[in-house]
């Protein structure tokens, strides 16, 4: 994984726990189904199964790859729309191209984040750029979606590009993980990423038989999604691997232990941890909107196809809308 990193742990900032806090306990491990995107990129659906009041301020979240393309197989997506929500795209392995019908877009690759609040509405397309097309190559990465609370649906769409070089790098007290902190706050420290829904979004690296615990806000939840290699979480160690999802109970600090042996192609732990304020409101989600009610989901289908939320930029002739 070559999002950006340290050679020496030890010169980065340190983050510290309370001597006094209480460790949440594991509520859950589940494990992420397989699906398809876009135009047919693999992903894994890490919240399947989760009930969304343990998720929530989050949606969804997509782990796309880990794949390795063959040259012409590289996909993406096409024009789609959103509206009520954030999508925020973290780039680890490959390149992607993004575009919305407001001017905003650009290109991430390793370490990079795409962080696009819908907002009020907007039309985005992500691919890959056309040179990869053409060589192929290793694709890693994944997308969440925050909600919006009712007061802040109908925000004016926001574009923020997030350089991989902007990051917050951290470590623990004694070296054995490097947190890429890239929105929110961590003890004292605070990431690039400016958010509306309260949240803290980590994407950590342990090294194997290290041994971390993290101050964790008491007012947001805590989710663990295992990105490669096989950990213990919380204290009692609740044992979970690539490709599942913790849920965390309350509390004001969580602990995770990469475990000794790891498999020689993913030699250390990586894990994305997130953390934010529920919002407690109802939610209506279907397809591309996540709404209140089902009336606001109507009417939100109802601008689309009226061209309200937006238009395809005539620099980009290739691809329609969808059906």
């Not at 983050?15 to 990129?41: I, L, Q, Y």
């Not at 989760?50 to 929530?56: E, F």
């Not at 989901?297 to 395809?312: P, R, S, T, V, W």
Request: hydrophobic share 35%; net charge negative.
């Amino acid at each position: 994984m070559p999002a950006v990193t340290v050679d020496d742990t030890l010169t980065l900032p340190v983050v510290d726990v309370p001597v006094e806090h209480r460790d949440r306990n594991v509520v859950s491990v589940t494990t992420a189904t397989h699906g398809f995107e876009g135009e047919g990129f693999p992903v894994k659906r890490a919240f399947a199964g989760v009930d969304l009041s343990l998720l929530d301020p989050f949606i969804h979240l997509d782990q796309m790859g880990e794949v390795e393309y063959a040259p012409g197989e590289p996909k993406g997506t096409p024009w789609h729309p959103h509206r009520g929500f954030e999508t925020v795209t973290y780039m680890i392995d490959g390149i992607m191209e993004h575009q919305d019908s407001h001017g905003g877009g650009g290109v991430i690759t390793d370490g990079d984040t795409q962080w696009m609040t819908a907002g009020s509405g907007i039309l985005h397309i992500e691919a890959p750029p056309e040179h990869l097309v053409v060589s192929g190559g290793l694709f890693h990465g994944f997308q969440l979606w925050v909600n919006l609370p009712s007061k802040d649906k109908f925000l004016a769409p926001r574009y923020q590009d997030l350089p991989g070089s902007d990051v917050v790098l951290l470590t623990t007290p004694d070296g054995g993980a490097v947190l890429r902190l890239i929105a929110g706050d961590l003890g004292e420290h605070r990431g690039p990423g400016d958010t509306h829904t309260p949240m803290t979004m980590i994407h950590a690296t342990i090294s194997p038989g290290a041994r971390m615990t993290l101050p964790w806000r008491s007012d947001f939840n805590a989710l663990a999604y295992v990105l490669n290699g096989h950990a213990g979480f919380g204290l009692e160690r609740r044992p979970a691997r690539s490709g599942q999802l913790v849920v965390f109970d309350t509390g004001d600090a969580i602990t995770i232990a990469a475990d000794e042996s790891q498999e020689s192609r993913s030699p250390t732990v990586d894990v994305l941890l997130l953390g934010g304020r529920p919002i407690r409101e109802p939610v209506a989600w279907y397809g591309p909107f996540v709404m209140n009610t089902r009336q606001e989901l109507a009417q939100a289908f109802e601008d689309y196809q009226a061209g309200k939320l937006g238009h395809i930029p005539h620099t980009d002739p290739r691809r329609d809308l969808p059906k």
